[in-house]
């Protein structure tokens, strides 16, 4: 809206650039190779990203994307995997889950991924830290990833979805929820872990309070696998290593 955004920092151009869904804003462009400054009016809106995508590849083989842990994602992915065996004709061979680039997100949701494929209870993220309230362990289990007065709704899935072959594509920039989740199906040794080592984000953060609109926030905890392997700047290292995901073929526009 004619406001050079050069000496703005970030956080005030995004605080310019938001606004009421609906109204609109106009955004002046200088490219290298345009002869004058492009503009653009956009329209405002709430942007929802859809965190759960899926297709059968060929019959009998399904691929599940994940691209970050939202609140919902246990149902949509509940939903999809429903749709999936549904839509098979035949018995599933076999189930490509993709985490690549998911950046993490809800705790809850990654305990609730792991669980739809995971036996009842399972272990599947513990966190250590030096005081007991910064130990936790959770398990594929409803009252450690369903919110308050929420049904089941990884119930009634087919119970092929705990056993069919799968594969869990990750890289560098798989991080945080989506590591939890790799991390617990390798160490069940439920999946076969395929890709780059990941991001290596696992540790817990507790914001504490000083006064005068301040905080402080420091590292408590750290999360561990169910073998006790530690995330944090470590990562999860493949099974399989293929150095260029781009080559294995399959959509990742999805």
Do not use: W
Not at 38 to 43: A, G, K, P
Not at 107 to 133: C, H, I, M, Q
């Amino acid at each position: 809206d004619d406001t050079m955004v050069k000496s703005l920092t970030l956080s005030d151009a995004v605080k310019r650039m938001r606004g009421k869904p609906g109204s609109k804003i106009v955004l002046t462009v200088i490219r290298k190779d345009a002869p004058k400054p492009l503009t653009f009016t956009i329209t405002r809106a709430i942007i929802k990203v859809k965190s759960v995508k899926s297709k059968l590849i060929e019959p009998g083989y399904a691929f599940v994307r994940i691209t970050q842990f939202q609140e919902r994602t246990g149902e949509n992915l509940a939903s999809a995997l429903n749709t999936l065996f549904k839509e098979n004709k035949e018995a599933m061979k076999g189930l490509v889950l993709d985490l690549r680039s998911d950046p993490g997100g809800l705790l809850n949701s990654s305990v609730a991924a792991s669980a739809a494929f995971l036996p009842k209870d399972a272990l599947v993220v513990y966190t250590e830290g030096r005081n007991s309230s910064a130990k936790m362990r959770l398990n594929a289990t409803p009252n450690d990833y369903l919110r308050d007065n929420e049904k089941d709704y990884l119930k009634n899935l087919p119970a092929a979805v705990k056993t069919v072959p799968m594969i869990v594509l990750v890289n560098g920039g798989s991080a945080s929820a989506s590591e939890i989740v790799a991390g617990a199906l390798q160490d069940h040794k439920r999946a076969v872990i395929m890709g780059t080592q990941t991001f290596g984000k696992g540790s817990v953060q507790s914001v504490l309070p000083l006064g005068n609109n301040t905080a402080i926030k420091l590292t408590t905890a750290r999360y561990y696998t169910p073998n006790g392997r530690s995330i944090q700047a470590k990562g999860i290292v493949p099974d399989i290593v293929v150095e260029d995901p781009a080559t294995a073929g399959l959509d990742q526009s999805l």
